[in-house]
């Protein structure tokens, strides 16, 4: 892999790429946290303000223009979870308040004694809405592990842990802490097995792989725009039979219908252009022709984004274990990277994780630190009460340079403990 990587024309396209820190170009490095957006996301949103937009279901102008902008959104986002439809597309403020909203939908046919199950390795957007649901309700709450050596869920342990009162399973596509990508077709058909819903957490894995829901049969699906190189925008996809079953709480002047029924208030509709254009620009990248379908494109591009970044990965992975001091925790094993994202955390020995980001920060190496909404995670690695862990995230527009302009402060700063 060389300087001159496969993405630079790419990354040309970012204007906050340019960003320096005293005389150094800054590296982006906290993608699991929000990814930049290129020139041409902020050209739509300016774009939608600049023509003007009112709200939905008018018959002049500039609302029948927010109407296609909505409609196009939603058929964009079918396109790239592999929807059949843009009607099982519902958008909100982010993926957390999304799934706030659904969990006390599905709690309303919930009855005392019945169960669920959540992951330990998920992100608390997937753990604390239906943590509160089931308080409310008497439902009892059963845990799926993660092995704590090898970052990966314990899929044995599924079967013990569902029954004739399993009424929901909630699990992560890919752990925004460690990086690990669930088996989630195993999860989903055992959850289907005994008449359970499955809903998944698409949010960290939105940028790296492709998702395809009809594939995966899930119920229901949440991400953010934000984290795959657009606006901040929740989106979630249902099934378009159970979207029009389940019963939200909404406005009564209020559509009867999916998706607008499960909507509150009036969308950003700047931000939803610019979430086709975040899409389109994903599709760009695909090196095939405009005239294949979106969909086509989007499969294309995401195939090659997971072929560089499984370079990134293992590159990273060579160099900073490496290092004495430094400790990677998830999945390392060279020969499972297709079992990761390139999302690392990792520690310092005699370095507080806090101080690490802090050191990084003053280097222009944007970076997080603590547990980042992974509560579970670091409990069960007891790093809870130490300040968690060092995060560092890669997405396609990093380059092999900046990469090894990470390993050299890492090594700088594991070299100061000696």
Request: hydrophobic residues 45%; charged residues 20%; contains cysteine.
């Amino acid at each position: 892999m060389s300087a001159d990587f496969e993405f630079q024309e790419a990354r040309s396209l970012f204007p906050a790429l340019n960003q320096k820190v005293g005389e150094q170009v800054a590296i982006y490095a906290d993608g699991p946290g929000g990814t930049q957006v290129p020139r041409a996301v902020i050209e739509a949103i300016s774009e939608a303000l600049e023509l003007g937009i009112s709200n939905l279901g008018g018959n002049f102008v500039t609302s029948v223009r927010a109407d296609s902008v909505v409609l196009g959104a939603r058929q964009a986002v079918a396109d790239f979870l592999g929807a059949s439809r843009p009607e099982e597309i519902v958008f909100g403020q982010n993926m957390t308040s999304l799934n706030f909203a659904l969990s006390r939908s599905l709690a309303r046919n919930w009855s005392e004694g019945d169960e669920i199950v959540l992951s330990r390795i998920d992100h608390d957007a997937n753990i604390s809405p239906w943590l509160k649901a089931a308080e409310d309700k008497g439902v009892t709450v059963r845990w799926l592990p993660f092995g704590k050596d090898s970052g990966e869920l314990d899929i044995a342990a599924m079967p013990g842990l569902l029954n004739e009162r399993t009424k929901l399973v909630a699990v992560t596509y890919a752990s925004n802490a460690l990086g690990s990508i669930s088996p989630l077709r195993q999860i989903i058909d055992a959850a289907h097995g005994v008449g359970a819903l499955c809903i998944v957490d698409a949010v960290h894995f939105g940028p790296h792989g492709l998702i395809d829901v009809k594939e995966l049969d899930c119920d229901a699906l949440l991400c953010s725009a934000y984290k795959f190189f657009g606006p901040h925008i929740g989106i979630m996809y249902g099934k378009h039979s159970l979207l029009s079953e389940w019963t939200p709480y909404k406005l009564r002047p209020a559509y009867d219908k999916p998706p607008e029924r499960w909507e509150t208030g009036t969308q950003s509709i700047e931000a939803l252009h610019g979430v086709t254009a975040a899409i389109d620009y994903i599709a760009s990248l695909s090196q095939l022709h405009q005239s294949s379908a979106r969909r086509q494109r989007i499969v294309a591009a995401m195939s090659r984004i997971q072929r560089y970044e499984t370079e990134l990965s293992q590159r990273f992975l060579d160099a900073a274990e490496a290092i004495e001091g430094v400790k990677v925790y998830g999945v390392t094993d060279r020969n499972g990277l297709d079992r990761r994202t390139p999302t690392f955390a990792l520690s310092i020995a005699g370095v507080a994780p806090g101080k690490v980001a802090d050191l990084l920060g003053e280097l222009g190496i944007f970076v997080w630190s603590g547990h980042y909404y992974a509560m579970t995670v670091m409990e069960d690695l007891e790093l809870d009460e130490s300040g968690g862990l060092v995060r560092i995230g890669f997405v396609h527009y990093n380059s092999p340079g900046e990469l090894d302009r990470i390993i050299a402060a890492l090594a700088a700063i594991a070299g100061s403990q000696s």
